[in-house]
């Protein structure tokens, strides 16, 4: 069992940075892959990002290629999201999620656990 909080979103211009972190329970983080979602008023959650257990391999949706960055640390049982040269079409409650598999899911459905999420709303 994994249990999940976010933090770090807000309110934003277009053209600046957020750093959103998921803080993970238990001593077992390592064990599990972990994504970023994200869902819009009215749209179905979608993949941001994904990094393998170790952090060594990350995976990004088309839309944020270039702009977002996962990384995460063992250690402090963290994962972040650095979301960089943020445009009014990132604003959505971000979720992070843990996954058991080491198959590379970018399918919401896929993931084992999640976290309440956090609003990132970026203004024009």
């Known amino acids: 069992q994994v249990q999940l909080v976010e933090s770090g979103g807000g309110l934003v211009q277009a053209g600046g940075s957020l750093r959103l972190s998921c803080a993970a329970s238990?001593?077992?983080?390592?064990?599990?892959?972990m994504g970023w979602f994200r869902q819009a008023p009215g749209k179905e959650r979608e993949f941001v990002a994904r990094?393998?257990?170790?952090?060594?391999?990350?995976y990004y949706a088309e839309s944020v290629k270039g702009r977002f960055t996962i990384s995460r640390d063992n250690a402090k049982n963290t994962v972040w999201l650095q979301m960089n040269s943020l445009k009014p079409e990132d604003t959505a409650v971000y979720y992070c999620a843990a996954d058991k598999d080491i198959v590379v899911h970018r399918t919401s459905l896929d993931y084992d656990f999640w976290g309440q999420g956090t609003q990132v709303t970026v203004s024009s």
């Open positions: 990094i393998s257990r170790s952090g060594s391999t990350t």
């Open positions: 238990g001593r077992t983080f390592s064990s599990y892959a």
